[in-house]
């Protein structure tokens, strides 16, 4: 059973960065005949949002000489079948079509549009149904998607890049280069695997960033800025017009409002503006810096992982790097950088 189910997780997983808000699914069809091994006649997943859900692909790539056998047929999906229509018809109908003989699941949908009702479905219809299988990982995959739902916010990532000597830029916030070629390349494939990115003042003020995947092939983030006082420079890259930014504030009278592209926010907490971006259906953000904006995340908790790289380069003074907090994932070395992820686990 499991070799099946980590086959639809490895399915789900090529989703990624195409499919938000919708969740990564992969769906497995088995056939067993007899004492004989169970094989696969059919998988898919959810490859772009708008487009067919895992369930409908599978069903799609069962050869015309194997359809007869989608009744005595097992189906592993990651993921509780939707049971509303949407942009698709609902999953759940097209397996009772099928009269597929068993269901076998991860996790419940947290959406309340399905919430168990693709499961009541499936069964009112005499389809077996079992839950909770690999159920961490599914929801490990899904991580942003449950985030969304479950604590009413986007899914939170810290990331910057510090010297051996733990210093994030240079005297006065002056910017270096600190991490590699390789690094960042991997750093823009994460920008199109999420739906926004973050910045503080300073950082888009000296950095001037763009912010966008240039270095890989992938969408652009919304790009996300916290200005106060509406200080910046309006000549920024950020205001180019290039892809969707939003300007967090807490000027009471906004008057650079209407350029294109650009939303202005008004705010008055760090919790109100995550509230704000979870109604705009955001569900994932990249904190980019600088070390004032993630230390406030830091500070009030709210973060759900941390990727840290650490160069060989040593500074010798400047500013320092936020502390790092947390459970320990993984360590790995990208190029001549050490990267090191840490998840915000109830016990850290």
């Keep these: 059973m499991n070799q099946f189910m980590l086959r639809a997780l490895e399915l789900a997983a090529l989703g990624r960065g195409h499919v938000s808000p919708n969740p990564m699914v992969g769906c497995v069809i088995t056939h067993q005949l007899g004492d004989s091994e169970p094989r696969i006649i059919g998988e898919g997943w959810h490859q772009r949002y708008g487009e067919w859900h895992a369930e409908v692909n599978a069903i799609r790539s069962v050869r015309p000489e194997d359809t007869h056998l989608l009744p005595e047929a097992t189906v592993y999906v990651t993921l509780e079948p939707c049971s509303h229509w949407g942009k698709t018809p609902p999953c759940a109908d097209l397996l009772i079509e ?32 079992e839950t909770g299988v690999m159920a961490e990982l599914g929801r490990q995959l899904n991580a942003r998607f449950f985030t969304f739902f479950e604590k009413k916010r986007p899914y939170i990532i810290l990331k910057w890049a510090e010297t051996a000597d733990g210093f994030i830029a240079g005297e006065q916030g002056r910017q270096v280069k600190i991490s590699g070629d390789l690094a960042h390349r991997l750093v823009h494939r994460w920008r199109s695997e ?155």
């Design 194 to 348: 999420e739906d926004a990115i973050m910045v503080g003042t300073n950082t888009a003020r000296l950095d001037n960033p763009r912010l966008n995947t240039r270095l890989w092939p992938g969408k652009n983030p919304t790009r996300i800025v916290v200005d106060n006082a509406l200080s910046l420079d309006q000549t920024l890259h950020l205001f180019d017009g290039s892809q969707p930014t939003i300007v967090f504030h807490t000027c009471e009278d906004d008057t650079l409002a209407g350029r294109p592209n650009v939303i202005h926010a008004f705010t008055h907490s760090l919790i109100h503006a995550l509230t704000t971006l979870h109604e705009r259906k955001i569900q994932s953000i990249l904190v980019e810096g600088g070390t004032s904006l993630i230390n406030s995340f830091l500070q009030a908790g709210l973060w759900d992982e941390m990727r840290v790289f650490r160069s060989q380069a040593m500074l010798g003074g400047g500013i320092a790097a936020p502390t790092v907090q947390g459970e320990m994932m993984s360590r790995e070395m990208v190029g001549l950088d050490e990267l090191t992820v840490y998840t915000n686990s109830p016990g850290s």
């Design 98 to 129: 099928n009269r597929v003989r068993r269901v076998i699941c991860c996790n419940d949908d947290p959406n309340p549009l399905v919430s168990g009702q693709g499961f009541d479905k499936l069964r009112a219809a005499g389809i077996e149904v």
